[in-house]
């Protein structure tokens, strides 16, 4: 959790500000910026981990039709969903 009021009273050591009350604004200002910016990250680490799933299926498949056995096929798959979900929880955390 962030202590606003130590940041409030770092900025206001920082700017020679006096009214730690006239900060909340830009405080306020700089959290949601920094919510949507988490948000946007996200949004791409998503993006970016979906795109790699299908290449990785796409991959297995292409290895089935060259003669891979179904059952190390089913290995691959099994081990990528589990990649795919630790990066979930990572993303969540």
């Known amino acids: 959790m962030v202590d606003t009021e130590a940041i409030k009273r770092q900025v206001l050591e920082w700017t020679g500000q006096s009214d730690?009350?006239?900060l909340d604004p830009y405080i306020h200002l700089a959290f949601a910026k920094f919510a949507n910016f988490?948000?946007?990250l996200?949004?791409?680490c998503l993006?970016?981990?979906v795109d790699s799933m299908r290449t990785t299926v796409q991959v297995i498949r292409q290895?089935?039709?060259a003669g891979m056995p179904p059952t190390e096929a089913a290995l691959k798959l099994v081990t990528?969903?589990?990649a795919v979900e630790a990066d979930l929880v990572?993303?969540?955390d």
């Open 20 to 22: 730690i009350k006239s």
């Open 38 to 40: 988490t948000k946007t």
């Open 42 to 44: 996200d949004a791409v």
């Open 47 to 49: 993006g970016r981990l």
């Open 63 to 65: 290895e089935v039709g």
């Open 80 to 82: 990528l969903a589990e």
């Open 90 to 92: 990572r993303l969540h």
